[in-house]
Structure formats: structure tokens, C-alpha cells
Nanobody, 120 residues
Framework: QVQLVESGGGLVQAGGSLRLSCAAS????????MGWYRQAPGNQRELVAT???????NIAESVKGRFTISRDNAKNTVYLQMNSLKPEDTAVYYC??????????????WGKGTLVTVSS
């Protein structure tokens, strides 16, 4: 099993910054990608940013230029630097990891989420 533990959420004023961290532990062999998704009240969960083990990133258009994703493979940790935050960024942010081991299908793992609230 894999555990994902997020940290760094909180309350911030519009225009401010936050940095989220997510550390993977347990059977972390075979991580092929990690990333962040978010879900605002009444909305579906949506992709924010992902990064592969090779360093390729995918950033949602709504946060491009404001959010940066990075990853420390040695620590199995992924970070999300969020700048110029807007009230519409308010959501629960979930860490995600995709694991693919030999002779197995890829498996998705999720953290419990961390709340980010941006006040206007």
C-alpha cells in the first residue's frame, strides 16, 4: 500500500501564495507520476498539475503562469507552489500518485486532501 500525506493548505488572501507538499510512503516502488487535483464545493474534481517521474509536467490552463509543480524523486515528494491566488482557487486539494509495477496494472492512490481557502 501507498500513503500520501498532504500539508501546506490554509487560509490566504487573494494575491497571496501557498506551497503544498505531498509525501508518499509505503510501497512506493514504481511511481510513474504524481500530481494535484482539486475539488470545489458543488464541482467535480479537476486536474491542477501533474509531473511524471521523468519530469514532464502538465498544468491546467486555469492556473498556468501562477502555479508550479515540482518533484523530489529521492524523497517521493511532490510540491505545488501557488502564487497570485484567487478566490476561485478555493478548494480541497488532493495529492495523486500513479504506480505501475511489473506485471501489474497501473494503480491510482489519493491523499485525504488539504483545504485551501482564498479570501477576497
Amino acid at each position: 500500500q501507498v500513503q500520501l500525506v498532504e500539508s501546506g493548505g490554509g487560509l490566504v488572501q487573494a494575491g497571496g501564495s501557498l506551497r503544498l507538499s505531498c509525501a508518499a510512503s509505503g510501497s512506493v516502488f514504481g511511481i510513474i507520476g504524481m500530481g494535484w487535483y482539486r475539488q470545489a464545493p458543488g464541482n467535480q474534481r479537476e486536474l491542477v498539475a501533474t509531473v511524471t517521474s521523468g519530469g514532464r509536467t502538465n498544468i491546467a490552463e486555469s492556473v498556468k503562469g501562477r502555479f508550479t509543480i515540482s518533484r523530489d524523486n529521492a524523497k517521493n515528494t511532490v510540491y505545488l507552489q501557488m502564487n497570485s491566488l484567487k478566490p476561485e482557487d478555493t478548494a480541497v486539494y488532493y495529492c495523486h500518485a500513479a504506480i505501475k509495477r511489473p506485471l501489474e496494472y497501473a494503480t491510482d492512490y489519493w491523499g485525504k486532501g488539504t483545504l485551501v481557502t482564498v479570501s477576497s
